[in-house]
């Protein structure tokens, strides 16, 4: 075995082993500790990735001396390597984009908290996006929750309170819905390990044993995930949790958090109940149905905000419904799209939380829009940064959002008459929608009326500029060379099952 | 730019929308900004004292009025509460009924032909002794075959202390004064500290004894570690905090907590590492059933121990006084 096959495990313990030591570390230390390690599994997830495309298949990692369906295992190929580099790559710049914010909204004492819980995240994480066994991804997905719960709450005021006890509150029951329906697959199947389960229970759907268990599991996993990613009528922990956290916990839980659950759930659609199983049981045809209705409330809920992050957080329930309804398309290529817009949607949106803090910073730490008025030309970078990202979830073309917006077409193009005739118009619908309020924000960053909050000496932090600079062209990068990160996506998609 | 509605909120959509995300109903947000704005137009008018009979007069009749009002909007806020809630426990109960029917259709329990009696358990029962080196075979799966699984469930436990300090640390001295609950409750309890004094050593012996022998009979760090420190809470209830730092400080706690997480990690991450390297581990098994056995088990069982000691330990401090 090459040593880049220790990678995965290596990246997931050292977040974890980073993460107790900044617990006793002061807030300074902790941070370069963090920062370094995020780069650090960037690195190792590159080269990870690199290794994938070179050999062409995907490894398997025996955690301890016992074999996979006796130990735990990580199962790395393609999509794994690109998931993991991409998290890390976002997960630094949302770091860094809201390093100033942070240092007004979390108390000096705390500071330390705050990274263990960015490490621990990290880790969890790479671990849903390695894992091959069904309970390590549960274990994970709790350390997950938690630390989603105190990235919210550490800014601690009224508001984030509420936020994170109504995130508590939905979290834990998707969880609780996932660790029955693990439970009952386990009755079922007699395995934990993924690959195992997917060979029994298409052995299982063959001969049409435990067709009522088997319903009622995909279900629960399905719903599960659903509330923990905020499908559209479970997602009433979200504007809360985005629009008052600090600008780094709302880059972090909108653009990785949800996506982290959506990624496990294509890896139960493909590697766990199979995928055929799936569409056979028309668990897509309900998620798509609640993406569209998604795509189109978010939007409508986003239209009515007058608060900059609130307005942002709706049109993240929007863009949740989109990758919804790739993955209920039911083809590959719906899989694909969705995948491609888990990580446009992440290059866009946490570039647009950090620069909606950028440019609250210089209207007196106000998000509302009347007051945000001119803002963009007294913080030019964020304004900018503002704008890519808002052209980009309007999906205009040359940014991310178009490419898959593109892809998310071709996809239902494929996907049987009705369903291609609904996406069509939704998609159609939800792009005038979101130009909608997009370009009032915009226009309202950069209509110059407000005078009152001149301030000459004011000057952007520069690891702010850094990371919108790099937001910007990988979105660019997403945007015009998608082919071939499409096509790492498909040949990943292939390796996964 | 599209204009807003400025009757939006109580259009019919509106409220579905509100029903739908579960927020507060119109009404009762209307209620309770009127409410306060009267009390401060109150303390505000209360300057002329010629006026106060006049405006009593006047404020008795609003009230009235406002009673009228509010009756009509009760009803409104208490129908939709109704419905709220019944809906809820429908939505329950349904879920319960699914759950229970699909139990039914489930493989019998007990049954030898179920497929979770397959080859993994098989190997867990038979060779669980031979390859882990453990008597007790759910500490063997659980430390040794899936170590991974595991290692995450601890950090879960450090995660979930870490919040709760996010939560609960009192930072400035104010915070610390406040978060102090010394004054509420009787000082040098006869009974609890004679108790204490008899039963905190049995508990820590036993703790020691159910950590140590992990591997060997039920029990192990989490159990073990849980008795630990529910005897160190116990401790710090009879005698106070002032006794109980002079060797459980905030200082003591953090080092051992980490230092056992650190080694946790370090030596499962070289277990891992040769494992799946192939390379020889050179751990020892040595003689199933005796106290130092089963290689790593041993050790981690401690090691979990420690962190579970220190975070029931640390829970009990932050709630009864903001910090370590």
Known sequence: MDFVCNFPPFSIIFCLACGIISSALNGRAAKRLSIALVSLVGVMSACVLAYTVKTGEAFIYVMGKFPAPWGNELRVGTLEGLMALFFSIIMLLSILGGLRALETDVEEARMNLYFVMIDLMMSSLLALIYTNDLFTAYVFVEINTIAACALIMIRANGHTMVAATKYMIMSLLGSGLLLIGICMIYDLTGHLLMSNIKEAIGVLAATGQYEIPLTVVIGLVCIGLAIKSALYPFSSWLPDAYGYSTASSSAVLSSLVSKGYIFLLVKVFCRVIGFDVMVGHKITNILFLFGILGMIMGSLNAIRQHDVRRLIAFSSIAQIGYIYMGIGIGNNAGLVAAIFHIMSHAASKSMLFICAAGLSEVSGGSKNFTDLKGAGYRNPAAGIGFTVGAFSMVGIPLFAGFTSKVYFAEAALTGGEAKMEIAMVTLAISTILNAIYFIRAVISIYTPRNEHFQNAAYRPAASMVFSIVLFISLNLLLGTFSYPIANAIGSGLFMFG | ?324
């Open chain 2, 1 to 324: 730019m599209s204009r807003m509605r400025n009757d939006y909120e109580s259009t019919l959509w509106s409220r579905i929308e509100k029903f739908v995300n579960g927020e507060e109903p119109e009404q009762t947000m209307k209620r309770k900004k009127k409410s306060r704005a009267s009390y401060e137009q109150v303390k505000r008018e209360d300057v002329f004292m010629e006026d106060i009979l006049l405006r009593m007069e006047r404020r008795e009749e609003e009230s009235f009025l406002e009673k009228v009002e509010e009756y009509g909007e009760k009803r409104r806020v208490r129908r939709y509460e109704r419905i709220y809630r019944i809906l809820a426990v429908f939505l329950c109960f349904t879920v319960m009924a699914v759950l229970l029917v699909t139990v039914s259709y489930l493989p019998p329990f007990g049954n030898p032909d179920n497929p979770a009696n397959n080859e993994v358990i098989e190997r867990y029962i038979e060779k669980g002794l031979q390859e882990t080196g453990t008597v007790n075979v759910v500490t063997g799966m659980i430390l040794n075959y899936r170590g991974f699984d595991t290692m995450g469930e601890t950090h879960v436990l450090f995660i979930a202390a870490t919040s709760v300090t996010i939560l609960l640390l009192a930072v400035s001295e104010k915070d610390k004064k406040r978060a102090s609950d010394r004054s509420f409750e009787p000082k040098n309890d006869i009974i609890l500290q004679k108790a204490a004094k008899v039963l905190v050593p049995v508990i820590f012996m036993f703790g020691i004894y159910v950590i140590m022998n992990g591997h060997l009979s039920p029990g192990g760090g989490f159990s073990g570690g849980a008795m630990i420190g529910a005897g160190m809470i116990l401790y710090a209830g009879a005698f106070g905090f002032a006794k109980t730092d002079r060797i459980f400080n905030g200082h003591v706690i953090k080092i051992a907590k980490i230092s056992a997480l650190c080694l946790y990690v370090s030596s499962l991450s070289y277990y891992f590492y040769t494992g799946a390297n192939g390379i020889e581990n050179h751990i020892p098994l040595g003689t199933p059933g005796n106290l130092f056995s089963s290689g790593l088990i041993f050790f981690i069982n401690i090691f979990v121990g420690t962190e579970v000691a220190c975070t029931m330990y640390t829970f009990y401090a932050l709630f009864r006084r903001g910090g370590l």
